[in-house]
């Protein structure tokens, strides 16, 4: 029942862990997203053949690449932010896993004394019913 109760724990840590681990994932890929359009977006603007663009739209552009590069730094805060959390969740989770390692250990240890003890009582009941004692001796039948 115990190690039932710690394997419980110990399988939420892993959820708790592996959502971050996703979170992180997403985060991740969306701010390499970002960044590839970054580079995509600004090589297209300034790649056209040296075409000449109206101040409107150098005006538009740099307003993009700005909510772009605030987009990407907003990324990069989440992710920063989210290291601790990560960390947190880990520590939790090996805590919890040291924990339902040593229950489990134990109860296996107790498992086998109780074995190796009714065996032991099984021998001695045999030892008795064939009439022989540990020592070796018989037993008297007056």
């Known amino acids: 029942m115990i190690v039932d109760l710690m394997e419980k724990k110990e399988q939420g840590a892993a959820q708790a862990l592996s959502y971050r681990l996703g979170e992180k ?3 991740m890929e969306q701010l390499k997203t970002l960044e590839e359009f970054r580079g995509n977006y600004s090589s297209e603007f300034g790649g056209v053949g040296g075409k000449s663009r109206s101040p409107g739209q150098l ?3 740099q307003m993009f690449m700005a909510n772009i590069n605030s987009a990407i730094s907003d990324q990069k805060k989440a992710l920063q932010q989210l290291e601790p959390q990560l960390k947190n969740s880990r520590k939790v989770w090996e805590a919890a896993h040291v924990k339902t390692q040593g229950i489990q250990k134990f109860r296996e240890q107790a498992v086998e004394i109780e074995q190796n003890l009714q065996e032991k009582r099984e021998q001695t009941a045999m030892d008795d019913k064939a009439g022989r004692r540990k020592d070796g ?6």
């Open 25 to 27: 994932k997403t985060l």
């Open 59 to 61: 005006q538009e552009f």
């Open 137 to 142: 001796t018989q037993f008297s039948e007056y």
